[in-house]
């Protein structure tokens, strides 16, 4: 018996991981702030595992109130850093569909995780894949409020223990507070980028 714990969701489990990096790859030292990457995620059951269903708007309908949360626990994990960059990643039990997973990433979620960082002009980098309990995932990660930040361009590579089971999905946020150590490749700066319509 699965009972909803929020709004239409029945979560499992939160997991939460911050990775802090002070050199880069060849040992020089940061350039400024180490950059500090945030995860948050969730195992959710998977209201539509084993079947298939034209309409996914139950979910799609409900995940403001998911954002809601994520945004709760992503601003409490950032401790009062500033959040540069962002991303967005599900992996799907493999009794369900890609689709699935997709229905929870749509701007109705990540809107109000947008709204607690602060901007996010910017379009919301996305991925994700069917795979096993303990599969990684590659999320990557763009400037909150302008895609041509290059030095925002990044990774993160998770794994959720023993999520998601094949009736589940993880739904995860990644979120940085300055982009890569030492990047040198051009492109709009940060500062460039504030005020900017996101685009150039």
Same mark, same amino acid.
């Given at each position: 018996?699965?009972? =909803?714990?929020?709004s239409?969701f029945?979560?499992?489990?939160?997991?939460?991981?911050v990775?802090?990096?002070? @050199?880069n790859?060849?040992?020089?030292?940061a350039?400024?702030e180490p950059?500090?990457?945030?995860?948050v995620?969730?195992?959710?059951?998977?209201p539509?595992?084993?079947?298939?269903v034209?309409? &996914?708007?139950?979910?799609? %309908? @409900?995940?403001?109130?998911?954002?809601?949360?994520?945004?709760?626990?992503?601003i409490? @994990?950032a401790a009062?850093r500033?959040?540069?960059?962002?991303?967005?990643?599900?992996i799907?039990?493999?009794?369900?569909?890609?689709e699935h997973g997709?229905?929870? &990433?749509t =701007?109705?979620?990540? =809107?109000?995780?947008? +709204?607690?960082?602060?901007?996010?002009?910017?379009w919301f980098p996305?991925t994700?894949?069917r795979?096993?309990?303990?599969c990684?995932? %590659?999320?990557?990660?763009?400037? +909150?409020?302008?895609?041509?930040?290059?030095?925002?361009? %990044?990774t993160?590579t998770?794994?959720?223990g %023993?999520?998601?089971?094949?009736?589940?999905?993880?739904?995860?946020?990644?979120?940085?507070?300055?982009?890569r &150590?030492?990047?040198?490749?051009?492109?709009l700066?940060?500062?460039?980028?504030?005020?900017? =319509?996101? &685009?150039?």
């Amino acid at each position: 018996m699965y009972e =909803n714990n929020l709004s239409v969701f029945h979560v499992r489990k939160w997991h939460s991981f911050v990775e802090e990096t002070l @050199a880069n790859e060849i040992g020089v030292l940061a350039d400024g702030e180490p950059v500090v990457k945030i995860t948050v995620a969730a195992t959710i059951k998977n209201p539509y595992a084993g079947k298939f269903v034209e309409d &996914l708007s139950m979910v799609v %309908d @409900a995940s403001p109130e998911l954002g809601n949360e994520f945004g709760k626990r992503i601003i409490e @994990a950032a401790a009062g850093r500033t959040i540069m960059s962002y991303g967005k990643a599900c992996i799907v039990g493999d009794a369900g569909e890609y689709e699935h997973g997709n229905a929870f &990433l749509t =701007n109705d979620f990540a =809107n109000p995780i947008r +709204k607690a960082i602060g901007g996010g002009q910017s379009w919301f980098p996305s991925t994700g894949k069917r795979g096993p309990s303990g599969c990684t995932i %590659d999320i990557p990660l763009g400037h +909150k409020d302008a895609l041509y930040v290059r030095a925002c361009y %990044d990774t993160v590579t998770a794994s959720f223990g %023993d999520s998601p089971a094949s009736d589940e999905v993880v739904i995860a946020i990644v979120v940085a507070t300055r982009g890569r &150590l030492h990047a040198r490749l051009g492109g709009l700066t940060h500062e460039e980028a504030k005020g900017n =319509n996101g &685009l150039t």
